[in-house]
């Protein structure tokens, strides 16, 4: 299981150089064809529909129990039609990998073990195949998140200075996007997509609940509430912003003075495993050597 875990691990280091090193030499005009990138992408392209396929076996018929996974998969940026069933096939993929994992372990290693603790094991490795992509799609969210809540007030000042300058709403998330893109490349890609369905046609407050609906962030939702509200009404949206990205500041604020309490906290315990007992045997080891200097000695002579 570790051996299949570190090929993984490994395979997905090695794409992160490959696709670094291409970027550089996109960036200084060096674009050359490497026969070990072309040989990875191909790669990755036959496993990517053999997992499809994999998936689309798994995958349920109803709509009902996909959506919620559709969501999910939006949250973390997968907005390709066949994601859903990719990642259906990559949990059917890695039960069956530690599964298959499980029997040959018992094969070459648990060759004495009960029957029963081994039905046990295969049914916990599969387990763990099965839950593994779960665990990666949260730490994807999650990551995701983080990155759209770093950007999100800088982007909520931007526009406030884009209304105020006279520029019209979609206009504005149009600007934002295009200037957001070295900043937070995440949170520019998704006011893209809003500026790109406000051109599509689509009603704002849709277009807007579509954003709120793929971040799945109670602090996009909130402007997004706002945002109709204003439209619905006809009320300042410069002032709306304004009052929104400072009470976002402030919130952001409370969550750094939050954090900071709880760091003592959180320091108890590496002090008291790490640090304290490091003190002790530099403060107490010479007192204690020299105590047995002295002691042994008398001991030994009675």
Known sequence: ??????????????????????????????????????????????????????????????????????????????????????????????????????????IWVLKGIPSFHLILFSIVQAYIG???????????????????????????????????????????????????????KVLAEEFRLLSLELRAGKQRRDALRNLAMRTGLEDVSSLVSLLIQTDKFGTSVAQALRVHSESMRMKRYQKAEELATKLPVKLVFPLIIFIFPSIFVTVLGPAIIQIFRILLPRLAGQ
């Open 1 to 106: 299981m570790l051996f299949i875990l570190g090929i993984f691990f490994f395979l997905g280091y090695q794409k992160e150089r490959w696709r670094l090193s291409k970027r550089i030499k996109q960036i200084g005009g060096v674009i050359r064809s490497e026969e070990l990138t072309d040989v990875f992408y191909k790669l990755k392209d036959q496993v990517v529909k053999l997992v499809g396929f994999l998936g689309t076996l798994v995958k349920p018929k109803g709509e009902g129990g996909g959506s919620e996974l559709r969501k999910n998969l939006l949250r973390a940026g997968y907005r390709r039609e066949s994601a859903a069933a990719i990642f259906l096939g990559l949990k059917a993929f890695f039960t069956i990998v530690f599964l298959g994992a499980s029997v040959l372990i018992r």
């Open 130 to 184: 099965f839950y593994l992509p779960n665990l990666w799609l949260r730490m994807k969210i999650a990551r995701r998140e983080d990155k759209i809540l770093e950007g999100f007030p800088d982007a909520l000042d931007l526009m406030v200075v884009c209304v105020e300058a006279g520029i019209g709403l979609d206009a504005a998330i149009s600007r934002v996007g295009e200037e957001m893109k070295l900043s937070n």
